[in-house]
Each structure stands twice: as structure tokens, then as C-alpha cells.
């Protein structure tokens, strides 16, 4: 799967632009503030219906337009194509349009569009609140288990109304009982998923990693949410009046978290920045395996600004997994000769000369 054309229009400095994208690597160059990474904002809002580089919608569309609108041509693994299109306004309106057809949520792009961004903001995963985390291993879960989505709602739902609950004592004592029965349900089933995930995603990790860096005593562990030798029935039992007083509950999937430990210590405090950025680059490339294997689609990567704290070595090892995926790569760098050789011989590589908002296919190397 991949993208084989991509149309912007109104997103930041971006003038609108149509590019015919390699399926294999895209490398976009050009001076820092040039636009570069707004290529990859585009693409990301089109998988995802929302920003990596803004939680606000005004910075994203153009000062002078009232929407920014993004049009993608997947190309399926299955054969065929697939029509992709998202417009948000200034005033939050989202309209999403899979095959000429109104989307439900922005979860069916993310089904159709798997999307990885390894930028500068990826050392958060490790550094970051447990919530980065979750989202992280939600991200890959939801890809793998068809059931996960489902089961997430159903967890929403109940934790909203336990919650609601919590704060202005509404709920009947049968009503709570049944909430907290939905709840549990729905949390053995989340931890079941993840569990099974992180079980596949330990030894690929682990592979994938030892390409790019020798880290003897690095553990990945999981952490449910709750106490592991105790059902969470009881323990929303237990702590009942301490969720009253804080009007919410404490104990649940939506606490849960991935450990990172090095020599028995969080690896975010003993790590350099190279290496956190190598461990995270691991754990990205190792959940596209998975989504490969459980898919018959791929993912496309987003990496912004790849030379960056990176040397030549871990540069070309880096570039070189992600060639083994064998799926659609768009990658920015202010100096493209650091990335113009170490691909194989046989795989495409289009280039993007990006200056002042305006994209330019540039010839690609080998020709």
C-alpha cells in the first residue's frame, strides 16, 4: 500500500501542490523553515484528521484561506485504489470522504492509512507522560486486532458514566454495578490484546534494535493499569471512596504503561539523546513488521529531519531498515547528499527540492 498521489492545498506556507510520490522512498530537501515538514503534516492530517505539530487548527491553515484540504490515491496491496480526502475549517468542521462516500470517524482513514512519525518529538515516548505510551501501543494493537476498537469504545462508554458518577453520585446502586460490570469486561479484554501485542512486539523490537545499537540489559516490560494479582473488581472496590474523592477512577487500561528499563532504571534518565532516538526508531520500525504481518497493506513512514543527533553509521543502518520494510518512506533533510547514496540499487528513490512553499520533483539520482 501506498500513496501514488498526494494534493494540498492551504496547509501552512504549502502552495497547492500535486506530487506523484515513489511507493518506496521519497526524500524531500531543502533550507530549515522551507516547508518540509508540512509535506508530512499534510500526509499525517490525511491518516489521521489532526496535526503532529499543533493541537490547534489556526497555525495549520493558511492565514489567508478559511480551510486547508488534502487529497491522497492510495494504492492497495490488494490491487485497486482507494480515494482519500479530509477538509478542516477555522471553526473545527471536519469532513472526511473515503471513496466519494462521508466517513464515520477518523479511525477508518487510520485503518486505511497506517501512518509512523519519527521526528525530533519522538524522544517523548520515552521521556513523556504514560498516556504517549499508550498511545503508542494502542496504535499498533488497534492495527493487529480487529476487536481492539470495539473494546475501547466499550471502556469510554463505561469509564465516562463511573466517572460522571464519581463526581455527582447520579447512578442507582444497581446502575453503578452494572457500569463497573462493563467496565471490567471491557478492561479484561484491552489487557488480553495488548498483552498478546506486546508479546509479538518484544523479539522484533529486540532484532530490530540490535541493527542499530548494542544495549545489553534493555527491558520492555507492560503494566496493566492495576495491581497484577488482583482481579479489578476488587480493586474498584477497594478504592472506591478514594475515586469519589478525586472524582475519577484510578485503577484501569487507561493507567496502563510501557516500561523502558535500563540497569534497573528508567532508560530515559541513563540514555543519550542518540540513543534514545535509535530506541525509539526501534520500536517504530519494529510495530510496522507487525502491522505488515497482520495486514496485507503497509505502513508509510514519516520521518522528519533524519540526520538530526544521528552519525553516518546509525544514519545508513537506520535507512537501511526502513528499506527492508519495503514500504513508502518520506523523509525531510536540509542536505540531501547525507541521504543520496546507501539505497539498493533497485529501489526507487524520487527527490523533492522544497524552497519557500514550493515542491519540486527533482531527477532522481540514479538517472
Given amino acids: 500500500m501506498s500513496l501514488s498521489r498526494i494534493m494540498v492545498t492551504a496547509v501552512r506556507n504549502l502552495h497547492p501542490v500535486t506530487l506523484s510520490p515513489s511507493p518506496r522512498i521519497n526524500i524531500l530537501h531543502g533550507a530549515n523553515g522551507s516547508g518540509k515538514t508540512s509535506v508530512l503534516e499534510a500526509i499525517h492530517l ?4 489532526r496535526s503532529f505539530r499543533s493541537t490547534r487548527l489556526q497555525p495549520v491553515i493558511h492565514y489567508e484561506q478559511p480551510a486547508c484540504t488534502i487529497f491522497g490515491q492510495v494504492q492497495l496491496a490488494e490491487g485497486g485504489t482507494s480515494n482519500l480526502g479530509i477538509s478542516r475549517d477555522r471553526q473545527g468542521e471536519l469532513q472526511i470522504r473515503i471513496d466519494g462516500q462521508n466517513a464515520r470517524s477518523a479511525a477508518q482513514l487510520a485503518d486505511l492509512l497506517p501512518l509512523q512519525l519519527i521526528n525530533p518529538d519522538s524522544f517523548r515516548l520515552l521521556e513523556g507522560a504514560p498516556k504517549i505510551r499508550r498511545q503508542f501501543l494502542d496504535w499498533g494493537v488497534f492495527h493487529v486486532e480487529h476487536r481492539f ?45 495488548r498483552r498478546a501485542y506486546i508479546q509479538a512486539l518484544k523479539p522484533v523490537f529486540e532484532r530490530t534494535l540490535a541493527e542499530l545499537l548494542q544495549l545489553e540489559g534493555l527491558t520492555l516490560s507492560y503494566y496493566r493499569g492495576w495491581d497484577k494479582d488482583r482481579e479489578l473488581s476488587d480493586v474498584l472496590a477497594s478504592s472506591l471512596q478514594r475515586d469519589q474523592q478525586l ?22 534518565e ?28 503497509q505502513c508509510i513512514y514519516l520521518v522528519d529531519d533524519l540526520p538530526s543527533e544521528l552519525d553516518e553509521q546509525h544514519r545508513q543502518a537506520l535507512c537501511r531498515l526502513l528499506e527492508d520494510l519495503r514500504c513508502q518512506v518520506f523523509i525531510t533533510c536540509v542536505d540531501h547528499e547525507l541521504l543520496r547514496e546507501g539505497w539498493q540499487t533497485d529501489t526507487p528513490v524520487a527527490m523533492f527540492h522544497v524552497e519557500h512553499g514550493r515542491i519540486t520533483q527533482t531527477q532522481d539520482h540514479r538517472e
Fill in 46 to 49: 490525511l491518516g489521521l484528521a
Fill in 149 to 193: 476498537l470495539g473494546a475501547w469504545q466499550r471502556l469510554q462508554k463505561a469509564l465516562r458514566q463511573r466517572n460522571s458518577w464519581l463526581r455527582h453520585g447520579t447512578l442507582d446502586g444497581a446502575s453503578q454495578a452494572a457500569w463497573d460490570r462493563e467496565l471490567c469486561s471491557a478492561s479484561q479484554d484491552i489487557d488480553t490484546y
Fill in 247 to 268: 472524582g475519577h477512577t484510578q485503577a484501569g487500561p487507561q493507567r496502563a504503561d510501557l516500561r523502558l528499563r535500563l540497569a534497573g532504571h528508567n532508560a530515559a
Fill in 270 to 297: 541513563i540514555l543519550s539523546r542518540g540513543q534514545q532516538k535509535l530506541v525509539v526508531c526501534a520500536l517504530r520500525i519494529a510495530q510496522g513488521h507487525l502491522v505488515n504481518e497482520a495486514k496485507r497493506g
